[in-house]
């Protein structure tokens, strides 16, 4: 008798068909892991709403650069916790900041290791935003100046990349600029281009003592509700000269990751903030879910979306599975 339908399930039969037959595909290569290091703290301390997500002081960062690059993951991005804060964000760009001293660490212990910076004043100042504030504004242009001078700052500590997260508008003509006056031609720029004003980041922002002191980052972050706003986000980073481009957060706005891969050529990326992580660790923890499939179906549905590297807390968890699965030691 005729089939009158299609079988496939003949393609699922087996671990290895589904393995040939599997469209998308991380690997370890795809992941920057974020990491914060806190000036003037001696040892590690864990984040409490991020669980396996740790402050370090330079010595223990030093230990975990080189337990990264064991485990193959190639990239990091750096968040740093200064000591003091002020107005105008000073150890966001001082020579010797927690973030420019890590970065010279991070060569120092493995110089092949993508060292990318998170380039943003809100850990540096007291109000918690991203720019400066003035007469309780977050005003643009007076801006521009302390971001560009703090990515100057991180490329001359020997940053490859710095990601300027700031949101507000024409900061990577400015950092572009500022790069080129230093000679820092070298130095790309991974723009947060699409940045939703989003609950998501919650952890992050205790883990970076950077909660806004008032209001909140939805006069420069975006409407979660916006897509066609994104593109236009991205075509002005772009023409003002980012190399990359990111989607932040990455699971609710995977839609987005994809309309960003599809309407321009550059590299895309999206970044599984802190909440995202959160949430997943929180169920595993009370036994409700398996945490490995979970972390593995989510990765591989950004690389669906069209991310072409994936900013993840799971990074590290994500790359010693990999080597188990290629029968190294994990
Ligand atoms: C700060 C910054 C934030 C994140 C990255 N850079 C927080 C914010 O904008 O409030 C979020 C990262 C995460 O949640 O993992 N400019």
């Not at 242009?141 to 020997?158: E, I, K, N, Q």
């Not at 790359?319 to 994990?330: K, N, T, V």
């Amino acid at each position: 008798m005729l089939e009158s339908f299609d079988r496939h399930r003949r393609l699922r039969t087996t671990p290895a068909m589904r393995r040939l037959v599997q469209e998308f595909r991380y690997t370890p290569e795809d992941f920057i892991y974020p990491m914060f290091v806190q000036e003037g703290l001696h040892g590690q301390e864990e984040i409490a709403a991020m669980p396996g997500v740790y402050h370090y002081g330079l010595e223990e960062f030093r230990q975990e650069v080189l337990e990264l690059s064991r485990l193959g993951v190639p990239s990091i991005l750096l968040f740093g916790v200064p000591e003091e804060k002020d107005e105008l964000s000073s150890s966001a760009y001082a020579e010797r900041g927690i973030v420019q001293e890590a970065v010279r660490a991070a060569k120092e212990e493995n110089p092949d290791l993508l060292v990318m910076t998170d380039v943003c004043l809100c850990q540096y100042n007291q109000a918690g935003h991203c720019g400066l504030v003035q007469d309780g504004k977050i005003v643009n242009d007076p801006s521009l100046d302390l971001l560009a001078r703090t990515a100057v700052s991180h490329a001359a500590a020997g940053a490859d990349v710095v990601a300027p997260s700031d949101m507000m508008d024409g900061r990577v003509a400015a950092i572009r600029a500022a790069l080129d006056r230093e000679g820092l031609i070298d130095t790309s720029i991974l723009s947060y281009a699409v940045k939703y004003a989003s609950a998501f980041y919650g952890p992050f922002r205790e883990a970076a003592h950077s909660t806004p002191a008032f209001g909140d980052r939805k006069t420069y972050q975006m409407n979660p509700a916006n897509v066609r706003e994104a593109v236009r986000e991205t075509a002005s980073d772009l023409a003002e000269g980012a190399d990359m481009v990111m989607v932040k957060p990455a699971l609710s706005y995977m839609d987005v990751t994809k309309t960003i891969r599809d309407q321009f050529d550059v590299p895309v990326g999206t970044y599984n903030v802190s909440a995202e992580y959160s949430m997943v660790k929180a169920a595993a923890a009370q036994g409700w879910i398996d945490e490995r499939a979970m972390v593995t179906e989510i990765l591989t549905s950004f690389k669906r979306a069209g991310a072409d590297f994936i900013l993840s807390y799971h990074a590290k968890d994500a790359a010693r599975w990999h080597r188990e699965e290629l029968g190294l030691e994990g």
